[in-house]
């Protein structure tokens, strides 16, 4: 396997276990909020939040999911 492909791979493995990883933390951390009705994924911290923030974003064009960092009010 080259240099190429092997960076390629690992990418694309990386990214799969984010996937999985984020789909674990989203089903726990979503909550419905009453004064708009949408979906929200609360995250904790900033660093959930940066460790998460390509696949939330891709989430949220697909699904329309909206985000939140820290405790919600």
């Known amino acids: 396997m080259t ?11 990386g990214f799969l ?5 984020y789909a674990g933390y989203r089903s726990a951390h ?4 009453q004064r708009d009705g949408r ?9 959930s939040y940066y460790a998460f923030r390509p696949v939330a ?3 949220g064009a697909v699904t329309g999911i909206g985000f939140h ?4 009010e």
């Open 3 to 13: 240099s190429a492909r092997r960076s390629l791979a690992g990418l694309v493995v």
């Open 17 to 21: 276990l984010d996937v999985c990883l």
């Open 30 to 33: 979503t909550e419905v909020w």
């Open 39 to 47: 979906r929200y994924v609360i995250f904790g911290s900033r660093l």
């Open 57 to 59: 974003y891709l989430d």
């Open 69 to 72: 960092i820290g405790p919600h």
